[in-house]
């Protein structure tokens, strides 16, 4: 068996993309930081540079000349650009934590209802209004649908905890709240975007056929989850070495498999990160390896993914604006507006509920993720995965800075949330 490889000018160059994109996002995104905004906004910017907004508008040539210096090099990247999705993904699964607070469960209750059904449920009429010319290449409308109305109500555990960690207001009660809504939201968003690439990719439109496939996803999940509710920590010690090459080897593998049963890709990685914490459990040593592993995909994979996602975006041609703000005033909007009406059967200050209803708009890591699987499967049009990328952007920066300004406001604001505590 003989595999055929890349030429040593055509390694070079991609190796110098590579080199490009990392340095550009690493630098972006150390400047999001200090200016106390979400990294993966910076990283979006620094891929930006690359893209038709800015270098590729003046110098093609040059551009080309390093990210499309011969025919296979987009496909080539796009592996780099696949690796940082899917440990994304599995890193998710693995610090996620469904664990419903009993003395929290009105307000958990109230928030997942107003920031996840009020606002799919008020952005149906919205749908046809921006179908024509957001629509990807299958024009399959029902996935289109599903997308749109996840853009409206998704939300990022990564950006908001990073955000609550810099702020030093982890494990209070309202970041632990806003934590747990997020992840009950994000497993019934990822669930619908695993039907809507199912339906898009099938062309199956049948209310049958999409309702097996939410409860196909559903009952892995919930498999997954008597698993590792049920699964004894495995005592065993194991070399770094091995437990990495383990690691791997069952995330690409059984990525593969259920993308043949028809399971998205993003959601086998998510599946097998909360999986995997079950079995090897998060004790110090163990979170060790994991931290290890996660500071090397946020420094190469994850950042790669993120810069590839900003070249792809063209804000100079093929962009309105206006539809641009439009969308972002609806999807805001509904967030909030579905939030706070919810919140109204809650004894939670004004400033609490507007807080909370502020920060569940922040879209960060998962809207990008939503956009580029929706776009990569035909789901949606360019115009559109630039829409969903830019929303996510700056919700996300509307989020941490409006936290920031209430906590020097108030130190105390997201400590004491209802009246009874104020009083």
């Known amino acids: 068996m003989h595999l055929q490889t890349l030429g040593e000018k055509e390694i070079i160059s991609t190796l110098i993309a590579l080199a490009l994109l990392l340095i550009s996002a690493y630098g972006m995104g150390t400047l999001f930081e200090k200016i106390k905004a979400p990294r993966v906004v910076g990283e979006i910017l620094g ?19 390093v990210f499309a210096a011969y025919p296979e090099e987009g496909k080539v990247l796009n592996i780099f650009y696949q690796l940082g999705l899917i440990f994304l993904m599995f890193l998710s699964g693995y610090n996620t934590n469904i664990e419903v607070d009993k003395k929290n469960g009105k307000i958990i209750t109230c928030v997942l209802i107003g920031a996840t ?22 024009g399959n409308e029902v996935a289109f649908g599903i997308v749109f109305t996840i853009g409206v109500a998704i939300t990022s555990i990564p950006v908001i905890s990073k955000i609550f960690f810099d702020m030093g207001i982890m494990n209070t009660t309202f970041s632990n709240t806003i934590l747990t809504v997020a992840t009950l939201q994000d497993l019934c968003l990822w669930i619908l975007l ?18 097996v496939v939410v409860v196909i996803t559903l009952g892995l999940f919930v498999i997954v989850k008597l698993i590792s509710d049920h699964t004894r920590t495995w005592k065993h010690q194991m070399k770094a070495v091995h437990f990495y090459s383990i690691s791997f080897a069952v995330l690409l593998f059984v990525c593969a498999v259920l993308s043949h049963l028809g399971i998205n890709i993003m959601y086998s990685a998510f599946l097998v990160g909360y999986v995997l914490k079950a079995v090897v459990g998060y004790n110090e040593e163990t979170k060790a390896k994991m931290d290890a592993m996660g500071n090397f995909a946020f420094s190469f994979f994850i950042p790669i993914y993120f810069a590839l996602v900003g070249i792809q975006l063209n804000v100079i041609n093929d962009f309105s604006f206006a539809k641009f703000a439009l969308f972002f005033v609806i999807a805001f909007g509904l967030e909030a507006a579905g939030t706070l009406m919810m919140l109204v059967f809650t004894n939670l200050t004004t400033v609490s509920k507007i807080n909370f209803a502020v920060t569940m708009n922040a879209r960060g890591g998962p809207g990008i993720v939503l956009a580029t699987v929706a776009y990569a499967n035909g789901i949606i049009s360019l115009e559109f995965f630039t829409v969903l990328i830019l929303t996510t952007m700056l919700s996300s920066l509307i989020a941490g800075y409006w936290l920031r300004r209430q906590q020097k406001k108030d130190a105390n604001v997201f400590m004491v949330l209802t009246k009874s505590e104020k009083e």
């Open 117 to 138: 059904v009020l606002p799919m449920l008020g952005a149906l009429p919205f749908i046809s209004l921006f179908s024509e010319g957001y629509i990807g290449v299958l």
């Open 194 to 211: 695993n039907a809507a690439t199912r339906i898009a990719t099938t062309g199956v439109v049948k209310l049958v056929d999409m309702l």
């Open 47 to 65: 891929g930006m540079l690359w893209g038709g907004s800015c270098l590729y508008l003046c110098f093609p040539e040059m551009v080309d000349s």
